[in-house]
């Protein structure tokens, strides 16, 4: 069990184009979903921190307005990146939590390249 | 301030003990988490330490001191798939994680 699944694993755009990226968990319902950011060879950095119907928690430095996310639903969380640039190329992960917090179920990834 | 130390890279021989360490520094502190990474993938999880002592699964094992602020995991009869990135993460008092920068592994047959 605890499976999460990440939609698309890859994704190649245009300068100013948005794009969606889809978190959901298969099996078990997310109480918080957490969005990171991984560059090549670094560790990952937390973006936001979002839970089922209210508002996401963004870490300091993280554009809100960038990178908009919904947590819809206890098993599916949306990050949007809005005109993206070539610096937002990246690794994405998303991972889901249930209740006791005590382990995060990672997505596979999204590898996103900005031409 | 919050920090996980680890170190950047080791290399081991296939068959042989390797522990890789790691110092942490949480606000609070809600256990110790070890991740393994291999290129171009997500994390996927290893083990959790919360009590000081060794928690043993198979051929990997992790150790956590709450008092030195030091956990290590040693991953036993090494083979060739173990070559991947290790991340250290603990969680801190807001059920945060803070992580490492990662240990990469290389196997040598």
């Known amino acids: 069990g605890a499976v999460v699944s990440q939609h698309p694993s890859r994704v190649i755009c245009k300068s100013g184009t948005s794009v969606k990226i889809e978190c959901r968990s298969l099996d078990f319902q997310a109480t918080t979903m957490f969005w990171y950011r991984q560059f090549p060879k670094q560790s990952l950095m937390l973006m936001a921190t979002s839970n089922e119907g209210s508002k996401a928690t963004y870490e300091q430095g993280v554009e809100k307005d960038k990178f908009l996310i919904n947590h819809a639903s206890l098993t599916l969380s949306t990050l949007t990146v809005t005109s993206a640039h070539p610096e937002d190329s990246s690794f994405y992960i998303c991972s889901a939590g249930r209740g006791d917090y005590n382990e995060q179920f990672f997505g596979p990834g999204t590898r996103l390249t900005v031409l | 301030g919050q920090n996980i130390d680890q170190p950047t890279e080791m290399t081991a021989t296939e068959g042989a003990i390797v522990q890789i360490n790691c110092t942490y520094q949480?606000?609070?502190?809600?256990?110790l988490f070890w991740y393994q990474q291999h290129a171009g993938e997500a994390p996927t999880f290893l083990s959790y330490?919360?009590l000081d002592g060794l928690e043993e699964k198979g051929r990997f094992s992790s150790f956590l001191s709450r008092s030195k602020g030091y956990s290590y995991l040693l991953l036993k009869e090494l083979q060739m798939k173990d070559s991947a990135s290790y991340l250290c993460a603990g969680m801190d008092s807001n059920y945060q994680l803070i992580w490492g920068a990662g240990t990469k592994l290389i196997i040598k047959p």
């Open positions: 949480t606000s609070g502190f809600n256990g």
């Open positions: 330490n919360v």
